[in-house]
């Protein structure tokens, strides 16, 4: 089968490598639809942790059933899925607590290589995180589950979202729009920052309340005593919670900046390994604010990011900039690397 293997960052190369198959509890899956993702990109950029190279890449997809392994229930040959590329362990000490994102195997038995014709889905994600198309979505938008569990999990996990807030999101790659568009379904009253006018331009359109780029003053352009909008968000005292969807140490840091007192700031964007941030601590202290790191989607984050799509709850069209055929892949990242469209698709 052909693959797309990233070499070394700034360089993609298809090849041909054997095509697995499908042992006890496995599935193969033909790739109907992969999406770029800013890990890929981060790996395309500068290298990532997570992602060895060369090797295969590419963990957002969708696709057809092609091979079943024995044992695998609930899926046959020619059947259309949508799935993700990771499952928790369920025994490790963070399994048992429930803390299935944190599973202590999650990020070792992951699978990468959806830019590739086909992909080996091992057992352990087929009974946990496997689901099948339906119809009324296209296999795009189904690729989408991925990035929208991760997404779940953010916004799920303040559990206190309601009609009304204010919720600010920083950043309006595809990750920050993801959160527009699941913050709005929930009611929530919605502010966007991007310096990029695109990217702005689509937040709009997806019914963002407001949107602006940052200025050099961005810590007084909104400040949590400053109402933000005349008239239409009167009782505006600061966001209830922000999303910094960046991953710039120095934007994890002016996030706080935003909140009202109590407010949360959820840190969704991964930073370069062994960068730190510093913070006021009277503002922490006094204000109440909490800081809250989230990581990955646990399955049931999975289910409802399902839910969301199947029942068409949110619309990810509008987050597909185009697509290119597998040997054009190289062509979508270097778009990106230049700032250009949110998610591109890969179809083999
Ligand atoms: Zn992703
Ligand atoms: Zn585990």
Same mark, same amino acid.
């Given at each position: 089968?052909?693959?797309?293997?990233?070499?070394?960052?700034?360089? *993609?190369?298809l090849?041909?490598?054997?095509?697995?198959?499908p042992?006890?509890?496995?599935?193969?899956?033909?790739?109907?639809?992969?999406?770029t993702?800013?890990?890929?990109?981060?790996?395309?950029?500068?290298?990532?942790?997570?992602i060895?190279?060369?090797? *295969?890449?590419?963990?957002?997809?969708?696709?057809?059933?092609a091979?079943?392994?024995?044992?695998?229930?609930?899926?046959?040959?020619?059947?259309?899925?949508?799935?993700?590329?990771? /499952?928790?362990?369920?025994?490790?000490?963070?399994?048992?607590?429930?803390?299935? =994102?944190?599973?202590?195997?999650?990020?070792?038995?992951? $699978?990468?290589?959806?830019?590739?014709?086909?992909? @080996?889905?091992?057992?352990?994600i087929?009974r946990? =995180?496997?689901?099948?198309?339906?119809?009324?979505?296209?296999?795009?938008?189904?690729?989408?589950?991925?990035?929208?569990?991760?997404v779940?999990?953010?916004?799920?996990?303040?559990?206190? +979202?309601?009609?009304?807030?204010?919720?600010? *999101?920083?950043? /309006?790659g595809? +990750?920050?729009? @993801?959160?527009?568009?699941?913050?709005?379904?929930?009611?929530?009253?919605?502010?966007?920052?991007?310096?990029? =006018?695109?990217?702005?331009?689509?937040?709009?359109?997806?019914?963002?309340?407001?949107?602006?780029?940052?200025?050099?003053?961005?810590?007084?352009?909104?400040?949590?005593?400053?109402?933000?909008v005349?008239?239409?968000?009167?009782?505006?005292?600061?966001?209830?919670?922000?999303?910094?969807?960046?991953?710039?140490?120095? $934007?994890?840091e #002016? #996030?706080?900046?935003?909140?009202?007192?109590?407010?949360? $700031?959820?840190?969704?964007?991964?930073?370069?390994?062994?960068?730190? *941030?510093?913070?006021?601590?009277?503002?922490?202290?006094?204000d109440?604010?909490?800081?809250?790191?989230?990581?990955?989607?646990?399955?049931?984050?999975?289910?409802?990011?399902? =839910?969301?799509?199947?029942?068409?709850?949110?619309?990810?069209?509008?987050?597909?900039?185009?697509?290119?055929?597998?040997?054009?892949?190289?062509?979508?990242?270097?778009?990106?690397?230049?700032?250009?469209?949110?998610?591109?698709?890969?179809?083999?």
């Open positions: 089968m052909l693959a797309t293997i990233i070499i070394k960052p700034g360089r *993609v190369e090849r041909e490598i054997k095509t697995p198959g042992s006890r509890g496995e599935i193969l899956v033909k790739i109907k639809a992969a999406l993702c800013g890990t890929d990109l981060k790996a395309f950029k500068r290298g990532h942790p997570m060895p190279m060369p090797g *295969v890449f590419g963990h957002e997809f969708s696709g057809i059933v091979g079943v392994g024995k044992g695998v229930k609930g899926f046959k040959e020619g059947e259309e899925i949508m799935a993700v590329h990771s /499952a928790p362990c369920l025994e490790c000490r963070y399994c048992k607590k429930r803390l299935y =994102n944190l599973c202590e195997r999650i990020m070792d038995t992951k $699978v990468l290589g959806a830019f590739a014709e086909y992909i @080996l889905l091992p057992p352990h087929v946990q =995180n496997v689901f099948h198309k339906p119809k009324n979505l296209t296999f795009e938008e189904a690729a989408f589950l991925e990035p929208l569990s991760c779940v999990h953010s916004i799920e996990s303040l559990n206190y +979202i309601k009609k009304g807030g204010y919720a600010f *999101v920083i950043g /309006a595809p +990750i920050g729009l @993801l959160h527009l568009l699941l913050l709005k379904e929930k009611g929530a009253e919605v502010a966007v920052t991007d310096i990029h =006018n695109e990217k702005l331009k689509i937040a709009r359109e997806l019914d963002a309340d407001f949107v602006f780029k940052p200025e050099k003053t961005e810590e007084k352009l909104i400040h949590p005593r400053t109402p933000l005349k008239g239409g968000w009167g009782d505006f005292i600061g966001f209830d919670y922000i999303f910094e969807c960046t991953g710039r140490p120095e $934007v994890w #002016s #996030s706080v900046n935003y909140a009202r007192r109590g407010g949360t $700031v959820v840190l969704f964007g991964g930073c370069k390994s062994g960068t730190t *941030v510093t913070y006021d601590t009277g503002k922490l202290h006094y109440e604010i909490t800081l809250k790191g989230v990581f990955h989607f646990t399955p049931s984050d999975v289910k409802k990011a399902y =839910n969301l799509l199947r029942e068409g709850k949110i619309n990810v069209s509008r987050l597909i900039s185009g697509s290119y055929p597998l040997r054009r892949a190289q062509k979508a990242f270097d778009k990106l690397s230049k700032g250009m469209g949110i998610k591109y698709a890969i179809i083999p």
